[in-house]
């Protein structure tokens, strides 16, 4: 078994395996050893040790938004009146519990927060803004960005 230290960087096997797992989760096993040159046996070990080391967070599918009649994707930048420990938290669980938003980051500068939102049309992002997000106790200010075309998306990182 192939022993890490947390201190320990990726080796280009390592590197090759997430490389090819970013690109198809799904790729079997005895694939996987064929393309990074390892056994079968001895790459289910390194997917195990990336796995265990937290560098591999999860597998899933990305489906694709307007097949699942999601048309529109949007940027909302969210300002706080208030900065206090017991407002921010609830207003973070408050956005983790909202299905439409599949990411948010809390920022420095002039927006608190970035949510990215996908909605099923211009009602729906309506009702989004209206009801959820400006009704949230100590939200100051909203402003929502609409996606006309998506230039590049990716999950996969660069490890090069």
């Not at 064929?34 to 990336?50: C, D, E, G, M, W």
């Not at 300002?79 to 408050?94: A, C, M, N, V």
């Not at 809390?106 to 992002?125: A, C, F, P, Q, S």
Request: glycine share 2%; net charge positive; charged share 25%.
């Amino acid at each position: 078994m192939i022993q890490y230290s947390h201190d320990e960087t990726l080796d280009a096997v390592d590197k090759a395996i997430l490389k090819h797992l970013q690109a198809n989760a799904r790729i079997r096993n005895a694939q996987l050893a064929r393309l990074v040159n390892l056994s079968p046996p001895a790459t289910h070990a390194r997917v195990r040790q990336l796995e265990k080391r937290g560098y591999i967070k999860k597998y899933t599918a990305l489906l694709n938004p307007a097949k699942a009649g999601y048309d529109m994707v949007c940027f909302v930048h969210m300002s706080l009146q208030l900065h206090q420990t017991e407002r921010i938290d609830s207003i973070r669980e408050t956005i983790k519990q909202m299905p439409e938003v599949l990411e948010c980051y809390h920022l420095t500068g002039e927006y608190d927060y970035l949510l990215k939102v996908v909605i099923r049309n211009r009602e729906d992002l309506e009702r989004f803004v209206m009801n959820q997000l400006t009704r949230m106790s100590g939200v100051s200010r909203v402003h929502t960005s609409l996606v006309l075309t998506e230039v590049k998306s990716t999950t996969a990182l660069p490890l090069d």
